[in-house]
């Protein structure tokens, strides 16, 4: 039987609202000292709606990273996505890696996470990432999908300039 996929965001919603009712926000590694800086917004990118992220990844200070997240559920919440594959994500970018890091509540530091990652080229793309291609990071927990929590798209880990563009966002 293959399951219908589920919507976590078609950016039907205002921004930064998402499908499920919250809100898309930018992380960057100031809140830890670092110098990295970008911006989130809604805007029409070759051709369709997206939440863009744009900024400078910088490895001054111990940092190194931006990202744009999202809680799947209200209220620090959890979602069940144990009946699915993996996420689904349309993507658009500047040719550059970036990452798709899941939370769990069991995930207590800010660094813990369960990542994969994906480049996002010049013309938009559905990348399938399964749940089993996830590497744990900094954590021996194994993923639990039936209690996920937040998603990112990141960039890190080398100075560089992001530009990704993020469409529908589904489990599939």
Same mark, same amino acid.
């Given at each position: 039987?293959?399951? %219908?996929? +589920?919507?976590?965001?078609? &950016?039907?919603?205002?921004? /930064?609202?998402?499908?499920?009712?919250?809100?898309?926000?930018?992380?960057?590694?100031?809140?830890?000292?670092?110098?990295?800086?970008?911006?989130?917004?809604?805007?029409?990118?070759?051709?369709? /709606?997206? +939440?863009?992220?744009?900024?400078?990844?910088? &490895?001054?200070?111990?940092?190194?990273?931006?990202? +744009?997240?999202?809680?799947?559920?209200?209220?620090?919440?959890?979602?069940? *996505?144990?009946?699915?594959?993996?996420?689904? +994500?349309?993507?658009?970018?500047?040719?550059?890696?970036?990452?798709?890091?899941?939370? %769990?509540?069991?995930?207590?530091? /800010?660094?813990?996470?369960?990542?994969?990652?994906?480049?996002? *080229? /010049?013309?938009?793309? %559905?990348?399938?990432?399964?749940?089993?291609?996830?590497?744990?990071?900094?954590?021996?927990?194994?993923?639990? %999908?039936?209690?996920?929590?937040?998603?990112?798209?990141?960039?890190?880990?080398?100075?560089?300039?992001?530009?990704?563009?993020?469409?529908?966002?589904?489990?599939?």
């Amino acid at each position: 039987m293959t399951l %219908t996929p +589920i919507t976590i965001d078609d &950016l039907s919603m205002p921004f /930064p609202l998402s499908s499920v009712g919250t809100r898309w926000q930018l992380v960057s590694d100031a809140v830890m000292g670092g110098v990295s800086a970008g911006s989130i917004m809604r805007e029409v990118v070759g051709g369709r /709606p997206a +939440i863009r992220m744009q900024g400078d990844v910088s &490895l001054e200070n111990s940092g190194g990273f931006i990202q +744009i997240a999202l809680d799947l559920a209200p209220r620090n919440g959890t979602v069940d *996505g144990s009946a699915f594959s993996g996420i689904a +994500i349309d993507v658009l970018g500047n040719g550059e890696e970036y990452g798709l890091h899941l939370r %769990t509540p069991e995930l207590v530091r /800010p660094w813990q996470s369960y990542r994969q990652g994906l480049v996002a *080229g /010049p013309s938009w793309k %559905t990348l399938e990432l399964p749940f089993t291609s996830f590497a744990c990071h900094r954590t021996d927990l194994p993923l639990d %999908t039936r209690h996920l929590r937040r998603l990112g798209i990141v960039a890190i880990g080398r100075a560089f300039r992001a530009d990704v563009s993020v469409g529908d966002v589904r489990f599939y």
